[in-house]
């Protein structure tokens, strides 16, 4: 029988400079994607990668050690896994890596709760893996449920209200530190979508000129025409560095953009006035030393843990309706794998049911004509679908692997006959012969 796991690191186990180390790129989700295939213990696995997690869910079987085949399967993909503590890791089992999946659907286990952007990764984490892989159809269930999860939690409670997104609390952090940004310049350093969204956040609060600089710049281009903001090529780099007074950074790139080298050349035609770089990119975007210097006060990931618990606070008393809701979900999920145990019964019985009906109606179809014989076939199905409706709902809450269940499975099995052989159809044939 198969059993599911969610492994990985986030903002709660490994602070920022170990979970760069784990910020994948698409290309390299694929090719572990791929290797899982070759990976005799993983019947499937999907991987969830943000700024605050890297997460392998997988399915696997009773072969092999589930850790270590994991960190292994990481490992081929990044060598750099060797260096992580082993204290940054965790392995959630069966109804806990259900329940985990859940929380992170609904925004619950995000550095920011709440937040809005996580399903729809989350979407996107299980879309790649279709792509790539055999949909397995426990996985089809457990993400199909953790969508509308996540869907709940938004619609039924206010966890979602004034949501604070990273991308909302970097502005937000602008704003603290500016007061206002109607008189203020602000820089976009990458145009993918965390960064449309930080630019849509800042025209939302007013801010008095925005460039957008991105290494494609088309991209910028397209981005600043529909938000009315200003690209600006990624060679002008420093011209804009030299212009702004608030920097928010969230470019995917493997290399940091901003160095202390390139400060150097910019901070003398600046006029002593004081740069505030906000860093979103995982790998940063900001080299460490960029804060040491006069003037200069950098923010990254982590330093938005203050606003997340100022957030947690705000969203406390909304907090037990979201995890009620969860715990519903997690319900179905296991009244659904439940269900698999009693699914070849169930299977037999409506197979055999059917059988009767249609041969019934069929003895009888010469007596009726035209829609008539429609109506007869729809009244006995309909008929049938309500004596079978509860005999159905019970069967499908047995757990195959207890006693009671067992007895509850072997005594429909006995009650309908479904162990003997069907002969309907071989007493039909003896009347219609007679």
């Not at 050690?65 to 399967?73: C, G, I, T």
Request: glycine share 6%.
């Amino acid at each position: 029988m198969f059993k599911w796991v969610v492994f990985g690191i986030n903002h709660e186990t490994a602070p920022l400079e170990v979970r760069e180390r784990l910020a994948l790129s698409a290309d390299e989700v694929r090719q572990l994607l791929q290797r899982a295939e070759q990976v005799p213990a993983l019947d499937s696995a999907a991987v969830l990668c943000t700024c605050n997690r890297t997460e392998i869910v997988a399915i696997v079987s009773s072969r092999g050690s589930v850790p270590q085949d994991l960190l292994a399967l990481l490992g081929a993909v990044r060598p750099e896994v060797e260096r992580i503590p082993a204290s940054s890791w965790y392995l959630h089992r069966a109804e806990a890596a259900v329940r985990h999946l859940f929380r992170v659907s609904a925004g619950l286990d995000s550095m920011l709760v709440g937040e809005p952007q996580i399903l729809g990764q989350v979407k996107e984490a299980y879309q790649l893996y279709c792509e790539m892989c055999q949909p397995h159809p426990v996985f089809n269930k457990l993400f199909h449920l953790a969508f509308r999860c996540g869907k709940r939690v938004r619609t039924e409670t206010r966890l979602g209200e004034g949501a604070v997104s990273v991308a909302y609390a970097s502005v937000e952090l602008a704003l603290k530190i500016f007061g206002s940004l109607e008189q203020k310049t602000a820089l976009l350093i990458g145009a993918g979508e965390t960064g449309e969204l930080v630019a849509r956040h800042l025209m939302d609060r007013q801010i008095g000129r925005l460039l957008l600089c991105n290494r494609t710049a088309e991209r910028a281009e397209t981005v600043a025409r529909r938000l009315k903001g200003q690209a600006i090529p990624f060679e002008q780099l420093e011209r804009a560095l030299e212009e702004a007074d608030v920097v928010l950074c969230c470019a995917e790139s493997p290399v940091r953009l901003l160095t202390g080298e390139r400060l150097a050349q910019v901070l003398p035609r600046r006029s002593s006035r004081a740069l505030f770089l906000i860093d979103l990119g995982v790998p940063r975007n900001c080299e460490p030393e960029c804060g040491r210097w006069e003037n200069v006060f950098l923010y990254d990931l982590d330093d938005l843990k203050r606003l997340a618990e100022l957030n947690l606070a705000r969203r406390r008393d909304e907090i037990p309706r979201a995890e009620a809701i969860i715990e519903e979900m997690v319900g179905e999920f296991a009244l659904w794998h439940r269900s698999l145990q009693a699914e070849p019964t169930i299977r037999q019985l409506t197979r055999r049911v059917e059988a009767i009906r249609a041969g019934e109606v069929e003895k009888h179809r010469k007596r009726f004509e035209g829609e008539h014989r429609q109506d007869l076939d729809a009244l006995t199905r309909g008929i049938i679908g309500k004596i079978l409706h509860r005999p159905l709902e019970k069967l499908k809450e047995c757990d195959g692997k207890t006693s009671h269940g067992m007895a509850r499975l072997e005594a429909a099995r006995e009650l309908f006959g479904l162990d003997e052989p069907d002969n309907s159809e071989k007493d039909d044939s003896a009347r219609n012969a007679q």
